[in-house]
Each structure stands twice: as C-alpha cells, then as structure tokens.
T-cell receptor, first 115, second 111 residues
C-alpha cells in the first residue's frame, strides 16, 4: 500500500531563516506530487505541483520554491522566511488518471510557525 | 472555485442525527468528485468519491449525491457521531493534473 511521509511535523523558525520541508511517497511510482498551504481555519491553497522528476509548476508567486530530485521525493524550500509563511503545509500525491487513481492522498502535514 | 481566504462555514448537529454538507462546484466539465475529512492537526483523509456518470454513491454511513444540472454535491452522514467532528472538503477533477478544493465546512457534533 502507498504511504506518504512529511517531516518535520512541527517547526518554529525565525524570520529571515531558510526552510526545507521534505515529503516522500512509498509504494507507488511516477506519482503527481503537490504542496499545499493551509492557514488556520481556512481552505487549501495549492503552491506547487510536479508531474515528474525535475518538473515543477508554481501556482502562487511567493518566496517559496519546490524541487523534485527523485521520483518520490518533493521538497519545499525558502531562502528567507516571512511571517506570512506561517501555516500548515501539506504534501499530497496522486496516481496517473488513466489508471483510475484520481484521488489525491495527503500526508500528515508540517506546522510551521515563523516568529 | 477555490476560496482559500474565507473563514469556514460551520454546521452544528446533535449526536445521532443525520448531517448534510453541501458543496457547489464550479466546472461543468468536472468528471470526478471527492469528499475529504480533515481532523484538527491532521491532513485531509479520503472519505468517498463519485464519477460524473453517477448521481449517488453509498459508503459506510456516508452517501454522496451529485446533481450535475445545478452543479451541486452533497455528503450525507447517517447517525452522526462525535468522531465525525471535523472539516469536510469537497473536491473536483476536470481531467487535468490539479484538483480543485472547496472552501470546506466545519462540522460540530453536540453530545
């Protein structure tokens, strides 16, 4: 069965510090991968998605970036964090649509607090 | 469409009653719909899905209804329990790489 991991679970960082959040998927190959951010009590905001190694699509212009160095690894980064980067970051994967696996499955999330 | 900046609407129900959570979707070309449940501090979890060639699908204590004429989706939870308290998101796929999520509804179950 497929599983998705995110770490760290919680992170407190000072303004201006760098960020690296990691997401890995097990039990599937060539998944579509997604990064979302969720503010407290709000909906899901799509940040980035990737359909293959080295391929990144950005949805929202910001000081965050994403990379996909391996098939089942997705990394969210920032060189300098802003206060507004605080939130709950969720990674998700989805299988190829023609296999009938169109559902996105989410990881446990990383709660980021920028002070 | 996406409504990430809005506060979540809430629904409060008595334990044992049935809950109905509604969602209006945006794209008439959407062909696959999903309901997710998100508990506090956790990632959203898949509950049930439905394809556009169906108008009803049942799971364990949950039923999803799809009305393509008015682009409306609903999730019915039978005999609501305290463990059902969570935020519920509807989502739609149009066949592309992205899934479009609704704003979410917070369900409170009163004991």
């Amino acid at each position: 069965s497929q599983t998705i991991h995110q770490w760290p679970a919680t992170l407190v960082q000072p303004v201006g510090s760098p960020l690296s959040l990691e997401c890995t998927v097990e039990g599937t190959s060539n998944p579509n991968l997604y990064w979302y951010r969720q503010a407290a009590g709000r909906g899901l905001q799509l940040l980035f998605y990737s359909v293959g190694i080295g391929q990144i699509s950005s949805e929202v212009p910001q000081n965050l970036s994403a990379s996909r160095p391996q098939d089942r690894q997705f990394i969210l980064s920032s060189k300098k964090l802003l206060l507004s980067d605080s939130g709950f970051y969720l990674c998700a994967w989805r299988g190829l649509w023609f296999r009938g696996k169109e559902t996105q499955y989410f990881g446990p999330g990383t709660r980021l607090l920028v002070l | 469409g996406e409504s990430v900046g809005l506060h979540l609407p809430t629904l409060s129900v008595q334990e044992g009653d049935n809950s109905i959570i509604n969602c209006a979707y945006s794209n008439s070309a959407s062909d696959y719909f999903i309901w997710y449940k998100q508990e506090s501090g956790k990632g959203p979890q898949f509950i049930i899905d439905i394809r556009s060639n169906m108008d009803k699908r049942q799971g364990q204590r949950v039923t999803v209804l799809l009305n393509k004429t008015v682009k409306h989706l609903s999730l019915q939870i039978a005999a609501t329990q305290p463990g059902d308290s969570a935020v519920y998101f509807c989502a739609e796929n149009t066949g592309g790489f992205k899934t479009i999520f609704g704003a979410g509804t917070r369900l409170f179950v009163k004991a």
